[in-house]
């Protein structure tokens, strides 16, 4: 790991969170701060999206939710978050559509298309007269009934509305209508607006026409009297060629007096994206894994994980391969590299677009949904795509300092921003923790761009710029979901996160994901519990334990004595010195009883196994346990902390007896909690 100027400002950071969070401690309802606000957080926050059909939504809001559920789970083997996992996810499969007709489900949105008709939210007046929008055209109307108006909802942005009123003699029809400026054939579009009326029974609505044929497509009837937001779906004629028109009006228009608000009236097309389906995706395929990889889950969960697991392989993977609407996004670019395509068949974000391939985020996105897949199915073509899309993105970083600096897309000079970096982080930490393409130096560099770069070194006030570059305002500075991640591979990553949400209760669910992985690496609870996660130094070492005394050999990551997960860890006697590790207890609070918890085995040789928490200020053992069980078995000891706040206390995992050469025990989900705390 490079230490620079601001390395040596990691463990004062460390001890200064420490420091703020104490008092923070005390006054919550449990013994965890973070814990608490999650709940309140949660609570508010954790049913706003799962029943949505907006890809956009799923992705941006209940992707976060989920993945925060797996943490949950993971910090307290409460299946409870499982529980409320397949709840939404469960929800989320349902609303999967094959709204496009090519046999493979999916899901879409229209927040990111074209919007078809211009000067949807009449900011702009025509220039012959200053009473009618700008592209909008009256049909029977006057200035004095078809007009421009400073009414509009307190909910978008802008100055102006439009207001129809009926005539004073209820004789004919008063509108504003636009013709669209294209569309894609047999596709969804929605109409969406802001409407409201003066109460009269002319009410109000809005519609789109097919001219061609002199049909309504959709229509969308209100009478409501304050502004409220309204939509329909409507789906364009299967021939190319026809005039579509947006019209806006009454539902009758013998009332006289009567008056229909309109304003943001957009017309766009519901499209797939690559981006969704991956963010979506993935957050689903890493409950399938969780289950694949624990035997004790599968009884209760193995039939939701394999119906899930159907799902993606049947229909998210295949639709952007082989899809008759979507087309074949996938491009090989060579033997080591490839990339994914905007889809050639329709305009998703633009119709003046010239780039080819999608920007990073959104192909790394999917590509991390194949590598979490690959390891539950071992698909090679999953494996393959992943790797090259992998290689791809490698290639496409370059140096600062010692750290990484990359751009949004091939095609942009943008740099890449905060927020969507998680993304990129997410397929990049996935990849790396199954050994491919980004190797440990790869970890240390994306590490170093967050500490040495994008931080502002401040201890007290952290913020992070929003490029990664070290540019920008800090508007993105709490978006440290996968970012807060990279305390794999540096301690002084937890304390960025941790100083920004100190007192914090999340607003959005991206906070709320990046408060579960606050969690996830606060130490008053041990981090790298279940020795899943690796240093960037030595894969058979295990990330934030130190050895003590030992080796690669005779302390480390086992994948053939784990209780869940992929790896436990294994301690081999060496006959003669104690083979260690310890980790740092922080965060603890003084004078309170703790449950110390894990799951240990050994060969039955006689080393046994022992783990223990040292006083290291005193040199008191305040709590010791040994074993020597031949199978997985629960273990508890319960101790009290240090009267002594500032004392250094580490936990060790050891084996009972070090004389026995080559005796070996195993252990597994470690854990310390509050004795009064449920975990």
């Known amino acids: 790991m490079n230490r620079n100027r601001k390395a040596t400002k990691w463990v004062a950071a460390a001890l200064a969170v420490c420091l703020a969070l104490g008092p923070a401690w005390s006054a919550s309802a449990s013994s965890n701060a973070w814990y608490d606000t999650y709940l309140t957080a949660e609570s508010n926050l954790g049913d ?82 200053s009473t009618l929008p700008a592209h909008w055209t009256r049909f029977q109307s006057t200035s004095s009934t078809a007009l421009r108006t400073t009414d509009h909802p307190p909910q978008t942005a802008g100055s102006y509305a439009v207001e129809i009123r009926t005539e004073s003699t209820g004789t004919k029809w008063q509108s504003l209508y636009q013709q669209l400026n294209t569309y894609e054939p047999d596709t969804l579009y929605v109409l969406q607006f802001y409407g409201k009326t003066n109460g009269s029974a002319a009410k109000g609505r809005a519609y789109l026409r097919d001219k061609t044929t002199n049909t309504i497509l959709c229509t969308v009837p209100f009478e409501n009297t304050a502004w409220e937001y309204k939509t329909t779906e409507c789906r ?8 579509l028109e947006v019209w806006l009006g009454h539902q009758t228009y013998t009332v006289p007096n009567g008056k229909a608000f309109f304003d943001n009236v957009k017309v766009s097309a519901k499209l797939p994206f690559m981006v969704h389906d991956g963010v979506i995706g993935t957050s689903i395929a890493k409950f399938v894994r969780l289950i694949h990889q624990n035997a004790s889950l599968q009884p209760a969960y193995s039939a939701k994980a394999n119906g899930y697991r159907t799902f993606l392989e049947s229909h998210i993977v295949p639709r952007w391969e082989n ?28 119709h003046t677009a010239t780039w080819t391939y999608l920007p990073y985020n959104q192909a790394l996105a999917y590509a991390n949904l194949l590598i979490v897949l690959y390891e539950v199915n071992g698909n090679a073509t999953y494996l393959d795509r992943a790797k090259r899309v992998g290689q791809y993105f490698k290639n496409a970083l370059t140096a600062n300092g010692t750290a990484y600096n990359w751009n949004y897309a091939y095609y942009a000079a943008t740099v890449e921003d905060t927020s969507h970096a998680n993304v990129d982080l997410g397929f990049v930490l996935d990849m790396y923790r199954n050994g491919q393409i980004f190797t440990g130096a790869d970890m240390d560099k994306f590490t170093n761009t967050l500490t040495d770069v994008m931080w502002n ?28 991640e990279l305390g794999q591979f540096a301690m002084g990553v937890f304390p960025i996160a941790a100083g920004q949400y100190n007192g914090f209760t999340p607003t959005n669910t991206a906070y709320l994901l990046t408060l579960a992985r606050i969690m996830k690496w606060d130490r008053s609870k041990i981090v790298n519990q279940g020795f899943e996660l690796t240093t960037s130094t030595d894969t058979t070492q295990p990330a934030q334990w130190n050895r003590i005394g030992s080796t690669a050999s005779t302390a480390y990551l086992d994948a053939a004595n784990a209780y869940e997960g992929k790896y436990g860890l294994t301690i081999k006697a060496n006959g003669s010195t104690a083979q260690q590790v310890n980790q740092t207890w922080t965060h603890w609070l003084p004078s309170t009883s703790y449950t110390m918890t894990f799951m240990g085995k050994t060969d039955g040789t006689g080393a046994g196994g022992k783990v223990y928490v040292k006083n290291e200020t005193t040199g008191a053992i305040i709590a010791s346990l040994s074993f020597h069980d031949t199978a ?34 195993h252990i597994d989900n470690i854990k310390l909690r509050v004795s009064t705390d449920a975990w």
């Open 48 to 129: 706003d999206y799962y029943a949505s059909d907006d890809s956009g939504l799923l992705a941006w809001g209940e992707s976060y939710i989920l993945d925060s559920y797996l943490d949950l789970y993971g910090l307290t083997k409460d299946a409870s978050w499982l529980d409320k996992f397949v709840t939404h996810a469960d929800t989320v499969v349902a609303t999967a559509d094959d709204i496009d007709n090519d046999g493979y489900l999916g899901w879409s949105s229209p927040r990111y298309t074209p919007v078809e008709d211009d000067n949807w939210d009449f900011e702009d007046a025509s220039s012959t007269d």
């Open 632 to 665: 997985w078995t629960a273990k508890t000891v319960t101790f009290t902390s240090p009267a002594s706040p500032t004392d250094v206390v580490r936990t060790y995992v050891t084996n009972d007896n070090a004389t026995v050469t080559n005796g070996k025990a």
């Open 323 to 350: 899809s008759s609407y979507i087309g074949n996004t996938w491009a090989p670019l060579s033997s080591t590299t490839g990339m994914y395509k905007q889809s050639a068949n329709f305009d998703a974000f633009s």
């Open 457 to 484: 070194g401040s201890t007290t006030a952290p913020t992070l710029t929003h490029y990664v570059n070290g540019t920008g305002a800090t508007d993105f500075s709490k978006y440290m979901s996968n970012w807060t």
């Open 236 to 243: 364009t004629p299967a021939a190319t060629g026809h005039v």
